[in-house]
Nanobody
Framework: QVQLVESGGGLVQPGGSLKLSCTASGTISGRYVLGWYRQAPGKQRELVANLNSSGSASYGEFMKGRFTISRGDAKNTVYLRSSSLEPEDTAVYYC??????????WGQGTQVTVSS
């Protein structure tokens, strides 16, 4: 079992910045992919960014250049940052881990609202 604890989010003004963090705990495989997805009202959940256990990042369509994913000092923590949020970025942001050989786990989600 793996547990994911998310923090950050809330109300952000257009053009403002965002920092989300996700920490995984429990039985984590030597190989995993840890990252962020988001789901806006009426839309499908989509990939924002992933970071694998080797440190390689991948981004969803139109996300690269707007969001940056990074690893904390502890490899089981990832951060998602953006410095130019738009109202279209309003969504529930979910942390997810693909724990290779075990399964997928999702966090509870954190709401990000971009509005003046």
């Amino acid at each position: 079992q793996v547990q994911l604890v998310e923090s950050g989010g809330g109300l952000v003004q257009p053009g403002g910045s965002l920092k989300l963090s996700c920490t995984a705990s429990g039985t984590i495989s030597g190989r995993y992919v840890l990252g962020w997805y988001r789901q806006a009202p009426g839309k499908q959940r989509e990939l924002v960014a992933n970071l694998n256990s080797s440190g390689s990042a991948s981004y969803g369509e139109f996300m690269k250049g707007r969001f940056t994913i990074s690893r904390g000092d502890a490899k089981n923590t990832v951060y998602l940052r953006s410095s130019s949020l738009e109202p279209e970025d309003t969504a529930v942001y979910y942390c997810r881990i693909n724990n290779i050989g075990d399964g997928l786990y999702w966090g509870q989600g954190t709401q990000v609202t971009v509005s003046s």
